[in-house]
């Protein structure tokens, strides 16, 4: 089992950047792919970025490619989120998972999740 708490969201303008941190305890973090997932008010979760255990594949929605960056530090149990040239639409609650599956992009393949963390984009 893994526990995970999220931190670094916050109140942040158009344009601007955030890098949110996915923190775990409990289970070797290597042996789950972990993802970021978001939900905004009266939208399903969503996935935005995944990363595999070995971090050598990664997978971006589309309405994040080019602007948010996965990646993760296995001798400090986190994974983390970049996010640039933040737009509106970004605004959401955004959510550390973990999945013990191959691979997936699903938050149905997900076991373990963060309490979430808000990220607001105001114009």
């Known amino acids: 089992q893994v526990q995970l708490i999220e931190s670094g969201g916050g109140l942040v303008q158009a344009g601007d950047s955030l890098k949110l941190s996915c923190a775990a305890t409990?289970?070797?973090?290597?042996?789950?792919?972990m993802g970021w997932f978001r939900q905004a008010p009266g939208k399903e979760r969503e996935s935005v970025a995944v990363?595999?255990?070995?971090?050598?594949?990664?997978y971006y929605a589309d309405s994040v490619k080019g602007r948010f960056t996965i990646s993760t530090n296995n001798a400090q149990n986190t994974v983390y989120l970049q996010m640039s040239s933040l737009k509106l639409e970004d605004t959401a609650i955004y959510y550390c998972?973990?999945?013990?599956?191959?691979?997936?992009?699903?938050?149905?393949?997900?076991?373990?999740w963060g309490q979430g963390t808000q990220v607001t984009v105001s114009s």
């Open positions: 409990g289970r070797t973090f290597s042996s789950y792919v």
């Open positions: 990363i595999s255990r070995s971090g050598g594949a990664t």
């Open positions: 998972a973990a999945s013990q599956a191959y691979w997936s992009i699903y938050a149905r393949d997900y076991d373990y």
